[in-house]
C-alpha cells in the first residue's frame, strides 16, 4: 500500500528512471519507489517534471498537486481511462435513479454532519455537538430540509467563535481549512478515477463550471478531520507555514473509522468510492463512510 506523501519546497528536477522517482536539486539527489507514493505536492513553481514521469504516476494512481503562486493546491494529476470497464461504469453511473441519489445524498449528509458533531465533541462542546446529533437524525432524502447548511450555520461558529466565517480571508484558519480540503479533494478525485468513475456527474452538486461535482459530493463526510486538526492547532493569526502544509498533507495517514475498524484516510476514501461502486452495480443499497475519531498517525500491525 503507497504511504509515502512527498511535499517538493524548492527548485529541483524530477523524472524516471527504473521505477523510480528521482529527484535533483542543487545539493542532492535523492531517490524513491513509485509503488511507495501516495501524494505528491509541488509547491516550487520552477520544478521541472519529464513526462514519462507524469505517465508512471498517472498508471500508479499517484496523486500530483501542483500549486499556484500563493502555494495552494490549484490543481491535481488523476489517472485517465484507466479502469478495464470504463464505458459501462460511466453508463452505470449515468443510469442512477432520482430515488437513488437523493438517498445516496442522505447518507452522505448524515455521516458528514455526525462526523462535525464527534468533531466538536473532541474539542470538548458536548453541547454544541448533541446539538447536530439531534440535526444529524432529522436528514431526509436529498436533504430536502436542508439540514447540511442548518448544521454548518451551526457547527463553525460553535467550532472557532462566533465571529468566524469561511469567507473571512484576513481569518488564517480558513487558508488552512482550504488547503487540507484541497488535499483530501485531490485523493477524492484520484480514487474516483481508478475505479472507472467520470467526476463531472455528480449526486448532489451539478456545476457546469466544476469538472469534479463527484469528489465534492464525497468529499463531505471526510472534512471535518481537517477541521479538527485546525481547531486543535490554529488561532486567527496563525499563518499556514511549511511545517503546518505537511500536516494537512499528512493527515491522509491518520486514523479514520470504517465499519468500526481504523483504516488511513487514504485507503478509507478508497473503501467508501469502492463501496459507491457496490451500489451502482446493484450490489449494496449503502454506502460504506467515514466516522471520525482522535486525531492519531495511522499504524500497521
Known amino acids: ?177 482550504n488547503y487540507g480540503y484541497a488535499i483530501v479533494r485531490g485523493c477524492v478525485a484520484r480514487s474516483l478515477a481508478v475505479y472507472g468513475f467520470f467526476p463531472l456527474f455528480g449526486l448532489q452538486h451539478h456545476s457546469t463550471l466544476n469538472q469534479f461535482n463527484l469528489a465534492d459530493d464525497f468529499i463531505e463526510p471526510f472534512r471535518p478531520i481537517v477541521d479538527l486538526y485546525t481547531a486543535k492547532f490554529a488561532e486567527s493569526d496563525s499563518e499556514l507555514t511549511p511545517q503546518i502544509k505537511q500536516n494537512l498533507v499528512n493527515l491522509i495517514n491518520h486514523d479514520i473509522l470504517i465499519n468500526e475498524k481504523r483504516y488511513t484516510l487514504s485507503y478509507a476514501i478508497e473503501m467508501t468510492v469502492k463501496s459507491f461502486s457496490a451500489v451502482i452495480n446493484e450490489k449494496a443499497k449503502t454506502l460504506l463512510l467515514p466516522e471520525l475519531v482522535e486525531l492519531k498517525q495511522h499504524t500497521y500491525e
Open 1 to 177: 500500500m503507497a504511504f509515502r506523501n512527498i511535499i517538493i519546497q524548492n527548485e529541483a528536477k524530477l523524472s524516471l528512471k527504473s521505477g523510480q522517482l528521482i529527484v535533483k536539486n542543487e545539493t542532492a539527489d535523492a531517490s524513491l519507489a513509485i509503488e511507495d507514493i501516495d501524494t505528491i505536492l509541488i509547491e516550487n513553481r520552477r520544478t521541472i517534471i519529464s513526462t514519462a514521469l507524469l505517465g508512471s504516476l498517472a498508471k500508479s494512481g499517484v496523486a500530483l498537486f501542483i500549486c499556484d503562486e500563493y502555494h495552494m493546491p490549484c490543481a491535481v494529476l488523476q489517472p485517465y481511462l484507466q479502469h478495464s470497464r470504463q464505458y459501462e461504469v460511466t453508463q452505470k453511473q449515468l443510469a442512477l435513479s432520482v430515488p437513488t441519489k437523493k438517498q445516496l445524498w442522505k447518507q452522505i449528509v448524515v455521516a458528514k454532519i455526525k462526523n462535525q458533531a464527534k468533531c466538536l465533541l473532541l474539542c470538548g462542546k458536548e453541547k454544541e455537538s448533541k446539538e447536530l446529533e439531534n440535526i444529524a437524525k432529522t436528514v431526509k432524502s436529498g436533504d430536502e430540509g436542508k439540514a447540511e447548511g442548518y448544521a454548518a450555520a451551526k457547527y463553525f461558529p460553535a467550532l472557532f467563535g462566533k465571529r468566524f466565517t469561511r469567507a473571512d480571508e484576513d481569518d488564517c484558519r480558513n487558508s488552512w481549512l
